[in-house]
């Protein structure tokens, strides 16, 4: 077990937190470099959504459910990408795709689980502190779990968290960004063979 995981405060099974992933030069580097990507809004049954985000190696269109290769990861995403597999424990190959978010003020990300052709999720937080709010069913409502990410900090998702908790970020007043790395599942990786 790592030394930080005896530390951490017990959260979720599966959810793995840590601060400080990249510096505050590193940080407003990227977070210049995700702004100079063509942003689009998120679409959902035709509505349009007020976070803007841009896929790199794979998509996944809720629109359409299309799924598959899309451009390859930018250069300036490898490193963080590398950063991101060494907290996650992961070959940094398996994060075969990397979602760019802006969140402009007024937007957030409505309660969810990532899509079953992902495994992993390793996201990294930028800007401004956000609440990561998790809720799991149970009879009669749910439980329910915040979790604090700094800027700047990352977390990873993966067994119960992942699985069986769902995920969202309220709507904030103030702008965000964020970086999620995605590996692809069994069924992710049985639609690339089809
Ligand atoms: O912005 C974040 O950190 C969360 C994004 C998220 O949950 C997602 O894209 O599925
Ligand atoms: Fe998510």
């Known amino acids: 077990m790592l030394q ?16 400080e992933l ?19 809004p998120f679409r959902f049954q035709g509505w349009l959504g007020k976070r803007v985000t841009a896929s790199f190696g794979w998509r996944y269109d809720f629109d359409s459910a299309d799924f598959g290769p899309t451009t390859p990861l930018p250069e300036w995403l490898l490193p963080v990408r590398a950063a991101a597999a060494g ?6 190959d398996d994060l075969v795709q990397a979602l760019l978010i802006r969140y402009d003020p007024g937007a957030g990300i409505g309660w969810h689980r990532d899509r079953p052709v992902f495994e992993h999720v390793v996201g990294i ?17 749910f439980d329910r779990m915040n979790v604090l990410l700094p800027p700047r900090s990352i977390y990873h998702l993966s067994g119960e968290a992942r699985h069986l908790w769902e995920h969202s970020i309220a709507e904030m007043d103030v702008t965000r960004w964020s ?13 690339l063979r089809r």
């Not at 510096?23 to 470099?33: D, H, K, N, S, V």
């Not at 907290?87 to 940094?92: D, Q, R, S, T």
């Not at 800007?127 to 409502?141: C, E, Q, Y």
């Open 179 to 191: 970086i999620t790395f995605r590996s692809l599942s069994a069924k992710g990786l049985a639609a």
């Open 125 to 141: 937080s930028l800007g401004v502190p956000a609440t990561l709010r998790f809720r799991r069913r149970k009879p009669g409502g």
């Open 87 to 92: 907290f996650a424990g992961l070959p940094a």
């Open 4 to 19: 930080d995981d005896l530390f951490a405060p017990p959260l979720a099974s599966g959810l793995r937190l840590q601060p």
């Open 22 to 40: 990249v510096t505050p030069e590193a940080e407003r580097a990227l977070i210049a470099r995700i702004d100079e990507v063509e942003l689009t």
